[in-house]
């Protein structure tokens, strides 16, 4: 029995105090790697399953573009505007009689208030730039108003040039804050400013003051509540201003047909009015003559 209760007795190390928590460490240390080693495996194959390709161009072109131009300030169209003049101011409801009165333009007889600001740099041809980023909308030539360009910035919100010519733009084009779209020239609607670039902001069709949004951001326009600024009247269309030209023109003609016709009329109408004035002018010579013969017989007869 001894000999037998010898071969199963249990390894000297298993005595030992700290041989099972050694056992139990060793253990957990195994599994804890285990464990580790298969949720990095699993993360692997994860980052496989949900990689994609960085795309080299900005796919959120049109995004990004909207929040660069909430960030710019409206500028004037030129590239040194100390060195320009405003021809002619924008039409305020509210100015003063004298300044509403310098705010207009006349063509073909009619008064039409301006709805933007005419610049112009000492008569002499400058490139007109872009107020704000945008898209072209419009490109138009027009012979009275001097072809026009138009630029949105937002919906709703645009920029309007016109009496310019040499587009450098065409619909469509995305263009950058002082970008050159065209060269300033002149307009028949507005022969008296001569070389300039007719300029205006407009918000859902109604002309703002360009002046009081130069340095203000796009938000400030938004914003705005317009009814007050409205005001009355337009530019003309090329064709409809010229037939109303036209038709003024032949009024005025006839009106002085008609004048010349009265007068002709009048003397037609008195015939008597004339005779009375040759019988009294032959009178006066008959009494002339007869005074003549009476001094003549009085001289003979001395």
């Known amino acids: 029995m001894r000999e037998e209760e010898k071969k199963y007795t249990s390894p000297k190390f298993l005595k030992r105090r700290w041989a099972y928590p050694a056992i139990y460490l060793a253990s957990a240390a195994i599994i804890i790697t285990g464990i580790l080693w298969y949720q990095a495996g699993n993360d692997d194959e994860k980052a496989e399953d949900y990689s994609y390709d960085v795309p080299t161009d900005n796919e959120f072109n049109q995004p990004a573009e909207e929040v660069n131009r909430s960030l710019e300030n409206f500028v004037m169209p030129v590239s040194s505007p100390e060195d320009t ?53 419009k490109v138009q030539e027009d012979s009275l108003l001097g072809n026009t360009i138009e630029i949105e910035h937002s919906k709703g919100i645009v920029t309007r040039y016109q009496s310019v010519k040499d587009f450098e733009v065409a619909v469509g084009d995305v263009v950058d804050q002082g970008q050159a779209i065209a060269k300033a020239g002149k307009s028949l609607f507005n022969e008296d400013a001569g070389v300039h670039v007719h300029f205006e902001i407009r918000k859902d069709s109604v002309a703002v003051n360009p002046i009081n949004y130069f340095n203000k951001s796009l938000a400030t326009l938004q914003e705005a509540k317009l009814d007050e600024q409205k005001v009355s009247g337009d530019q003309p269309e090329a064709e409809a201003a010229q037939e109303d030209a036209v038709k003024e023109d032949a009024a005025a003609q006839d009106e002085a047909k008609a004048e010349e016709g009265a007068e002709g009329a009048d003397e037609k109408a008195d015939p008597s009015d004339a005779e009375q004035k040759d019988s ?23």
């Open 85 to 137: 003049v405003i021809e002619k101011n924008f039409y305020d409801a509210e100015a003063s009689a004298e300044e509403q009165e310098a705010a207009l333009v006349v063509y073909g007889n009619m008064y039409y208030p301006n709805q933007g600001i005419d610049i112009s740099k000492d008569g002499k041809e400058f490139d007109v730039l872009a107020a704000m980023s945008g898209t072209v909308t």
């Open 280 to 302: 009294e002018s032959n009178a006066d010579a008959q009494d002339e003559d007869a005074e003549s013969n009476a001094d003549t017989t009085q001289e003979d007869q001395e």
